[in-house]
């Protein structure tokens, strides 16, 4: 079923995305500025985020609204690496594999790098919410949180 939302929902949702990317281009990876920054957010019919190869992010409403900026800092992160690995590309070079597993193996992947990223940016988060006036018991950012398989 489609949920039908507002326009205030909506730019609420775009609102939380624009305030996660520049969470994560200003603190939590630089060097990545200018990938997060081609991204073009749209909401879409699905539960949590997609991106393509150029960089067109899907999101479901419903999750963006659901969850801490801090955390939507991390998906965009994990997502943004989805285009800058040629996830696609490859994927199409190998004779396009059942996707499923190809997409669960490309997300692994990714969470293994982020790891570490996380781990160090969950030590960080109550400063930078309390910095950014956020509140401290932003949920934290850990895998688990941000739906990535066990």
């Known amino acids: 079923m489609i949920t039908q939302h507002t326009p205030a929902q909506i ?5 939380k995305l624009t305030s ?5 281009a200003r603190k939590v990876s630089p060097y990545l500025a200018h990938a997060l920054y081609a991204m073009v957010f749209t909401p ?10 150029k960089y067109a992010c899907g999101y479901g409403v419903d999750f963006v609204l659901a969850e801490s900026v801090p955390t939507l ?3 965009l992160l994990h997502e943004i690496a989805h285009p800058l690995r040629k996830h696609s590309a490859r994927w199409e070079a190998l004779g396009k594999p ?26 960080q988060i109550t400063d930078i919410a309390k910095q950014l006036a956020w509140p401290v018991s932003c949920k ?11």
């Open 20 to 24: 996660a990317r520049i969470l994560a």
């Open 73 to 75: 800092a991390i998906v």
């Open 44 to 53: 879409a019919p699905i539960s949590t985020m997609g991106i393509t190869c």
């Open 140 to 150: 934290p950012c850990l895998p688990e949180g941000i739906g990535m398989p066990p």
């Open 11 to 15: 730019a609420l949702a775009r609102e």
């Open 98 to 123: 059942d996707f499923q597993a190809w997409n669960r193996a490309a997300d692994r992947e990714i969470n293994d790098d982020l790891d570490a990223l996380i781990r160090a940016y969950n030590a």
